[in-house]
């Protein structure tokens, strides 16, 4: 379930004029414009970021980057983004910034579609004149390397048919690669959790648990280390249950002694119409707190106040 919807009553030239007058004259009334943009789903958001330069002639992101700052402006920049455009953009500066952000690759490859991906890597040309995949193989190697590249192919089965002699015949697969032997065959754990589709290792993940006494979880972590242990692990957690997998993200981003606020605005703003009503209610279970508790005790100012209007929703 998302917690941003249409917005009824919406009137793009209305919003507007309600964002360029919070802008106008001396100082700017940030109040305004975080309860016009977190009232409005995203495909209502661009339709005003089109209008406004229409109307005003200049664009809106030049315009707010004049008068924001800080995370509060990150995370209204990322609203006037399409989700595919700021999976672009995030994927792109992970790869292109100092260093790899792995974790970002991790997270968002790893719990995309096939159609997703595709759009991602198609945008991804279209922004930045350059092949997501090539620049993905330039910048990461080893088993983890070779995983996201196989996920990036965006060529994973989706079949909803369960094939019970193949989804046994994985299974044997995965210990004889693992624990059956020593050292550890990362290869065929490639194969099994970069192609099979979602329906199919859930019923492989069961047969293994059947066979081994162990669960999948167990297996990767005891079989593998670094980024690619990672990796293997975000993909288990998405077939078992995305949401809970982006509530333990949000969590891990606001844990510990400061806050990971990429990662933070990343999963508020791209799952808001996706099922970040369900991250919520999966973050109190597992963490007994919610959300909102944990964002008025690690953010502040209309930052907090913009992630808090998202969360919180208009649905």
């Known amino acids: 379930m998302s917690t941003i919807c249409d917005w009824e009553d ?3 030239d209305a919003d507007c004029e309600a964002l360029n007058s919070a802008m106008e004259g001396l ?31 200049k664009r809106l992101e030049d315009a707010l980057k004049d008068e924001l700052g800080g995370n509060y402006e990150d995370c209204v920049l990322a609203m006037f983004k399409s989700p595919t455009e700021l999976d672009a953009t995030e994927l792109h500066d992970a790869i292109k910034g100092a260093g790899t952000s792995e974790d970002v690759l991790i997270e968002i490859l790893c719990s995309r579609t096939n159609e997703e991906i595709a759009a991602i890597k198609e945008t991804y040309k279209s922004l930045f004149e350059s092949d997501l995949v090539e620049d993905i193989e330039g910048d990461t190697s080893g088993a983890f390397g070779a995983l996201i590249f196989s996920i990036a192919q965006a060529c994973r089965s989706e079949d909803d048919e369960i094939d019970e002699d193949l989804a046994n015949e994985d299974a044997q697969a995965l210990i004889d690669a693992g624990e059956a032997q020593w050292g550890t065959d990362e290869s065929r754990f490639n194969v099994i959790l970069a192609s099979r589709s979602f329906w199919h290792l859930v019923h492989v993940f069961d047969i293994y648990e059947t066979m081994s ?17 990672d990796a293997m692990l975000a993909i288990v957690k998405c077939v078992r249950s995305k949401s809970k997998y982006y509530a333990e993200r ?4 606001m844990k510990g002694a400061g806050t990971d606020d ?14 970040l009503a369900n991250i919520r209610d999966h973050f109190v279970g ?4 919610t959300v909102s508790e944990f964002i008025e005790d690690d953010c502040g100012g209309d930052y907090k106040k913009c992630l808090l209007h998202i969360v919180n929703g208009n649905c």
Do not use: P
Request: aromatic share 6%; charged share 35%; hydrophobic share 35%.
């Open 10 to 12: 919406f009137d793009v």
């Open 27 to 57: 100082g700017t009334n940030e109040d305004l414009i975080t309860e016009t943009i977190t009232m409005r789903s995203n495909a209502q958001r661009l339709e005003v970021k089109d209008k406004f330069g229409q109307m005003f002639g």
């Open 213 to 229: 006494d162990k669960v999948m979880e167990e297996a990767i972590e005891n079989e593998m280390s670094g980024d690619v242990k």
């Open 250 to 253: 949000v969590y891990n981003s």
């Open 262 to 275: 990429r990662t933070l605005i990343r999963i508020i703003v791209s799952r808001s119409e996706i099922d």
């Open 286 to 289: 597992m963490y007994e707190q």
